[in-house]
């Protein structure tokens, strides 16, 4: 889209809308015109559909049959600029249009006519006579902090009915009001000073000022150690953005690390940022969505789909734990957060800052080549120092069938408990035992519709799939030979280390951490604050622990298995091995005292292994780069993942060869074919699944090939055809 154009009652216009179509729909301007970009409904067939005026419509079709757009929404137009990077993100990504805007129009509500409304909100002392149901209201009221709710929300939230809360209203102690449907956030005060900061800080700060200020685009990678004060740098860069009159956008890789985020904002800025993620309510998000577009939200912190927020003026996006995998979509649209902050800073003439301590190969190699600037901390802030790193050799160690724990790692936590200070037993396996083995006759207990064993999971009861999230109940007897009595478990996951540490320290306070054993992100926020404040002695985690969570008294980090990653045909195995022992390493020694990581490995030779307790990232990374490049693999060449999924093996394997005898588009610009074969995981939800992978050459315009030899077949009946640029797991 160019500079928006005016369109008079009755023009034709092209709108985009929501529904699966593969064009645009042609309509005459609403009763008072419209503007290229409004948000606008329209009628389709018997039903109404939300779309956006995309431009001019074709002539083609007969005026007089032509329908007339019911009506324009009361929301900010769309923005030029917002137009042109949904269709960048969807050319690069190869998804439609339609699915494109409904990623960029995900709040609820945004055709309601604007109006006032009722809210709900704490007011007064509690009611004189407290129910359970009372109390949950209450709780949900405090717990949000001040934040008012519509009766639906609050009903829900709490799972009380609409009466409990009238009578609390009668009673006093919460207020009815009025209220105009969104509110502007409040606003932020830029021009508090930060903390003061060290030499080094000082220097990268500027420097990200200095970007700001430029008014051009810019992609800097700020690479510092854990407690480097990564986060007092970027909030400089935030700072001059307000300042500017810009908006911010911060992502962050995992809800559970906004609570801790809000509270530093509000420390620096007098008032919290706006929230973007799946824990926010309905209201909110509608709010936020509208508010972004108004530039009523000067900082938004969410989660990677904030990248798609209808913002009117957006100067800096912060990417932090930038080498996160969750930062790649793996459903739905496949795209990578990270690489379209840096598109969607590029159409928009904003600065990105991609914050890690162990940045992607990706990210790294951008900054050799001189694509983004490198900012370097190398100190922890104070007198926190990194932690020493040792391995354990497990084969020199004695440890009984069942047990995973070794004699030299007990000894080192508690000494640990003794001195008051915290130790974390990493284990990146989620529930109580990753296979369950019949010892009868040797069957494992697989998932019925997936290629995949299921996992028990002790803390729900159940055999859970890992894969599709089917469970059932852990048979008394074998389902393959029927012998009862004979089924065991096999290797740990986390519920069963937490088994073995309660019988080694029975003294000891214990806290899981892992995402399936909480009900909601508030629960696991109130763990986390718990487990900060000293909570706990001896901390079990899994992945998400290592995700920048700050818990001060934490002096020791056992990795249980350092060698469960480097198993596999990923070629980011090493990559991400490297990172995640090096962040959940990080965790120790925060604060004043020193820490120690302890690696349990089976192979201490290993050249990953010897690159993380070396510490020597550029050496890890150089080399990991020439084995790369060697390759021809990403980031020195592109790729594309193929997964073609049907009810049966032949329907999906038809198509997989068809369209490997058709690759001739793919050879015109020298891209190679692999497959098809089985997919890893050949079975997910009972669809089977085969895999191609195409391989080019990093100049080559790789979509317009793949656009056009997919583009040869359509898929017929229930099979399914998907494409994943760039893809970073290959199951
Ligand atoms: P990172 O983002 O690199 O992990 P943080 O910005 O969270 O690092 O800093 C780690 C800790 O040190 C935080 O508690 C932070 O407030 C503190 N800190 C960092 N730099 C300074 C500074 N210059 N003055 C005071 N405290 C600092
Ligand atoms: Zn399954």
Known sequence: MAEPVFFEEGARVAVLTTQPLDRLLTYRAPAGGCWQGAFVEAPLGPRKVMGVVWGPGEGGFDAAKLRGLSRVLDVAPMRGEMAEFLTRVGDYTLTPMPQMLRLATRAPGLTDPPSMRKIYRLDGAGPERMTEARGRVLEVLRAYGGLAFTLGELAEMAGVTTSVIKGLVKLGAVREEESPRDLPYPRLDPTAPGKPLTDDQRAAADALVAGVRSGAYGTTLLRGVTGSGKTEVYMEAVAETLRRGRQALVLLPEIALTAQFLKRVEARFGARPAEWHSGVTMTERRRLWRMAGEGEAP?????????????????????????????????????????????????????VVLASATPSLESWANAEAGKYTRLDLTARFGA????????????????????????????????????????????????????????????????????????????????????????????????????????????????????????????????????????????????????????????????????????????????????????????RAAEKTFQLIRQVAGRAGRADKPGLALLQTFQPDHPVIRAILAGDEDGFWRAEAA?????????????????????????????????????????????????????????????????????????????????????????????????????????
Not at 326 to 349: P, T, W
Not at 422 to 436: D, H, I, Y
Request: with cysteine.
């Open 299 to 351: 900082l938004v912190v969410g989660a990677r789909s904030a990248l798609y927020l209808p913002f009117r003026d957006l100067g800096l996006i912060v990417v932090d734990e930038e080498h996160d995998q969750s930062y790649k979509q793996e459903d739905g649209v496949l795209y990578s957060a990270r690489d379209m902050a840096v598109l969607r800073a590029s159409v928009n003439a904003a600065r």
């Open 627 to 731: 084995e790369r490049q060697a390759a021809g693999v990403p980031p020195y060449g592109r790729m594309a993942g193929i997964v073609i999924s049907a009810t049966t093996v032949e329907a999906a394997f038809d198509l997989a060869n068809a369209l490997a005898r058709a690759d001739a588009p793919l050879r015109a610009v020298g891209a190679q074919l692999y497959g098809p074969a089985p997919a890893p995981i050949a079975r997910i939800r009972g669809r089977h699944r085969v895999r191609l992978l195409v391989k080019a050459d990093k100049g080559v315009a790789l979509q317009a090939a793949l656009r056009q030899w997919v583009g040869q077949f359509t898929p017929k009946g229930d099979t399914r055809l998907s494409v994943d640029i760039d893809p970073q797991s290959f199951y």
């Open 384 to 571: 926190a120092v990194l932690p020493e790193m040792r391995a354990i050799d497990m084969r020199a160690e004695d440890l009984p069938a069942n047990r995973w724990i070794s004699p030299t790692l007990e000894a080192h936590v508690r000494d640990r408990i003794e001195k008051g200070e915290q130790s974390l037993l990493f284990l990146n396996r989620r529930g109580f035992a990753p296979v369950t083995i019949c010892r009868a006759c040797g069957h494992q207990i697989a998932c019925d519709h997936c290629d995949a064993r299921m996992v028990e999971h002790r803390f729900l009861k159940r055999l859970v799939c890992h894969q599709c999230g089917e469970t059932k109940p852990m048979p008394e007897v074998c389902p393959e030979c029927g012998v009862e009595g004979k089924l065991a478990p096999v290797g740990p996951g986390v519920e069963r280390l937490a088994e073995e540490v309660g019988e080694r320290f029975p003294e000891a306070r214990v806290a899981v951490l892992s995402s399936d054993l909480f009900a909601s992100a508030r629960a696991l926020k109130a763990q986390i604050e718990l487990i900060a404040a000293g909570g706990a002695d001896i901390i079990i985690g899994t992945q998400m622990v290592a995700k920048g969570h700050n818990f001060p008294l934490l002096t020791l980090v056992g990795v249980i298995d350092a060698d469960l990653g480097l198993q596999g045909s990923d070629l």
